[in-house]
């Protein structure tokens, strides 16, 4: 019997370092050859799958893979594709076992959050019933860090590190001018219904009137006179006033503060910026000079600054992924399980991935002080371990070295194509 390939995929919002995850799965499937064949890599996530858009890797030499682990967002694409159920689209799941059987894969890996996760699960039982059974694994990733089971996230720790390092800068920069210029400053970071982005901002100070001064969480409903009230406050006690605001921030009848009034591919609520919506409230009722920003993909792309601890992690659940596929596991997710805070140690667990599909963790309660502004002593000791370690990329003429792919598409052996 043929030994099967392999088919791995990036899915979702990328993130510094879910390529150290693709070279997680590829360099431990080299390293068993006897068991997996050729590792390819779909094109644009489940829709380069759908349409039999597959890379090659065998055709990259070990040192451009390597590369891979100090490469930020998605080295074979990504994608916002959410497979419909079974029932109303079955000729989606038809397709790609049609596309699998073809290329004689018989280990998937997808690389991505909740609704990554779903996907997989539902590709897990699909081949089971179509008599091509399918070992999928899932492969996690978001910044969000909002995957339930696992202690944290792969990639959030980088943006975590990148947040509370740019919120404690632009705080020093506010105060050095807040005297003639700036006085309230608001970063809007990534989050939607979990505040974990916007906590990080908190690791930037500690004591009485260090900056941030304000959290703005999605797990807290915003109340705008108590938010302006605050601002005011802040301005007169300190000369400044910095916010971070996660852009989930929401009322309390769950009306976001930033709705655009759209719908993304996955059917979330396309947000329009809260940062500016934070803005506009504060000239109109306090009239104080302010400025904004976004830290958008800025964020999420900093592989230059990515946790070390996030890279190890991130390396690691690639790595399971493959460990447990040879295992005999199906249909799980390898996880990172805390052991200890101090000093930090962690382990590699697994969950079902039919209870991580379409979950969502959100921040604690007992993380979030008690006027919702802050973030609490044990919310630090969860968060400092995450983004502890440097892991500089090499430079070349002043810039990050990153790895440069050939992206040889395989063959298609399918007589038909595949319409998104």
Known sequence: MAIKNALYAQSGGVTAVINASAAGVIQTARKHSDKIGTVYAARNGIIGALREELYDTSLESDETIAELLHTPAGAFGSC?????NLDENKRE?????????????????????????????????????????????????????????????????????????????????????????????????????????????GLAGQGEGEPPHIILFPEIPFNRDSFLERVDQCVKDYGYCVVVASEGAQYEDGRFVADAGAKDAFGHTQLGGVAPALANMVRQALGHKYHWAVADYLQRAARHIASGTDVEQAYTVGKAAVEMALAGKQAVMPIIVREQDKPYRWSIGEAPLSEVANQEKKMPIHYITDDGYGITQDCRDYLLPLIAGEDFPPFDNGLPRVAKLNKVLVPKKLKTEFEI
């Open 80 to 84: 916002r594709y959410k497979l419909k």
């Open 93 to 201: 799941y038809e397709r790609l076992i049609e596309v699998f059987r073809a290329h004689n894969i018989g280990y998937f890996f997808y690389n991505g959050g909740g609704d990554s996760q779903d996907t997989a699960y539902k590709i897990s039982q699909l081949g089971d019933r179509m008599g091509y059974p399918i070992t999928c694994i899932g492969v996690p990733k978001t910044v969000d860090n909002d995957l339930p089971f696992s202690d944290c996230s792969p990639g959030f720790g980088s943006v975590a590190k990148y947040i509370a390092t740019s919120t404690q800068e632009a705080s020093l920069d506010i105060q050095s001018m807040c005297e003639s210029s700036t006085k309230v400053f608001i970063l809007e970071v990534m989050g939607r219904h979990a505040g974990w982005i916007a906590a990080s901002g």
